[in-house]
Each structure stands twice: as C-alpha cells, then as structure tokens.
C-alpha cells in the first residue's frame, strides 16, 4: 500500500511545470535523534542537496514571484522504521526548514511505480540497487554524493551542482522514450530551461560536463547533443582516460548524472 501526505508548510508547485525530485528519507536522516529533547533524526547526505534545492527556488521566485518552473522534493521511503515512525520522520523535515512538499510512503515492491504515478523526473539516493531498479524501469536516477564538510561554509546554502556523465549523454536505449514525461531526455531539457533563467555570474545552479574518454571531437558532439536540449553547461572537462576522483573533489557535485548507471 502506498499513501502521499502533503506538507502543508511547502506550497504546492504547479504539477504541470515543476520538477519533481524524489529523495529517499534514508538519503536524508540517519538513524537516532540529533537532539532528545526536541525529538528530531540526525541529518544525513541529502541535506546539503536540499539546501542547494532551495536556493535555486529562492533564487527563482527572488526574479519573477510568479515562477512556476520550480523543483518540487518529494520525500519517498521503503523503511519499515521511517514508517512506523512517519509523524517523527515528517516532524523531523519541518523542524530542519527542509522545502519537502511531499511525503511517500511505499514498500521496495512498489516504489517505482510510486515515482512514476507521482511524475518525478529525477530520483536520488544512496542505495545502489535502488538506483539501478529505478533507472531501469524509466526513472531517471542518480546517486547522491558525499561533500566535503568546510565549517566556514556550514550555515551557507551552497549552489546546486550538477555533474554530467557522458553515458548518459550518448543514452539511447532507456526504458523511456525521448518524449516521455520521464525521460532523461527530458528532465536535461527542464534543467537546462532553469539554468536559462540566470546570467553566468547570478546562478545558483551550476551544470559540470565530463567526459570521460574520446577526443576533443567527442566532446563537442556531447556539447551538441546537450545545446539540442536546450542546456549549456558552465564547464567541461574532457579526460581522455585520466580517473575521475580528483576531478570530483574538487567539484563536489551533489550528484553525478548517469541514467544508465554503468560500474
């Protein structure tokens, strides 16, 4: 059985427009309280992203207070315990700021179609295998990325920083047609709209192309098919073979893109 509850603290985003981004509740609190006496869990991985989340919204409605292409978080968990403790977990989220608008509540049988049946366009997690089901079954997914913690930035609300691989770039044996309403494709396009919004010196969202192997020709076909979708990126990075890692520290993504989730 599924059930939805609405945060009735966040607006609800136009459904027509808004993205929908689905973080699991395991992603964003760890197990314990943070503090007995208010009674709230720890905060884990995702609570950095979030606050990028919502900077990006500020930022939006800060330019035209009647934007509707926002990024709408949506709450999703399979854990028994978040369940039975769902006026805790959701307590929790208020007591944080967290601009979650909903919360889901599913089993690891039906949490895709819980994805699906709720239109979000990218879901993020930390959990490999429910990254790999989802993305297989037409949910565009990534996996949340561990940040570097700098205390002289702890209170600050970083920019939304976004890695795109290129496998995901040359994708074109999704689960989801190009068209569909849950298509890599699509969500790339809904991304790179958003970033349309700001100048290079005023955006909250900032969009990183890798790539990973090839030649300078490679790239500018990536950076091709990426501009057809209407996005242009802030860097790219072209690494002909050289590992990844050092790259990422000093990036940082919040989460790297890769809808088929290759090893």
């Known amino acids: 059985m599924v059930s939805v509850v609405l945060n009735t603290d966040v607006k609800q985003e136009d459904a027509g427009n808004a993205v929908v981004v689905a973080v699991t509740s395991r992603a964003l609190f760890e197990s314990g309280l943070e503090d007995d006496d208010a009674g709230v869990w720890k905060l884990s ?83 490999k295998d429910e990254v790999q089901t989802a993305s297989q079954k037409g949910v565009p997914s990534a996996m949340l990325e561990a940040r570097k913690k700098d205390s002289s930035v702890s209170c600050q609300r970083e920019d939304l920083r976004v890695w795109l691989d290129e496998d995901l770039i040359s994708l074109r044996d999704s689960a989801s047609e190009p068209g569909s309403r849950h298509s890599p494709q699509r969500f790339l396009a809904k991304l790179g709209e958003i970033r349309q919004r700001f100048s290079v010196s005023d955006s909250p969202l900032w969009i990183s192309l890798v790539i990973l192997h090839g030649s300078r020709e490679n790239c500018g076909k990536r950076l091709k098919t990426l501009r057809s979708l209407g996005v242009s990126v802030d860097d790219v990075y072209c690494l002909a073979g050289a590992p990844s890692e050092p790259l990422l520290s000093v990036l940082q993504p919040h989460f790297r893109f890769n809808c088929c989730f290759m090893d």
């Open 45 to 127: 991985l995702a609570f950095p992203l979030l606050q990028a989340v919502q900077k990006v919204n500020d930022c939006l409605l800060e330019k035209n207070p009647a934007e509707s292409l926002l990024l709408d978080v949506l709450l999703i968990t399979t854990d028994s315990q978040h369940q039975k403790l769902s006026s805790l977990l959701i307590s929790s989220t208020k007591h944080h700021g967290l601009g979650v608008g909903k919360f889901c509540f599913a089993s690891e049988e039906t949490f895709v179609d819980s994805l699906l049946e709720n239109n979000v366009q990218l879901f993020l997690s930390t959990n």
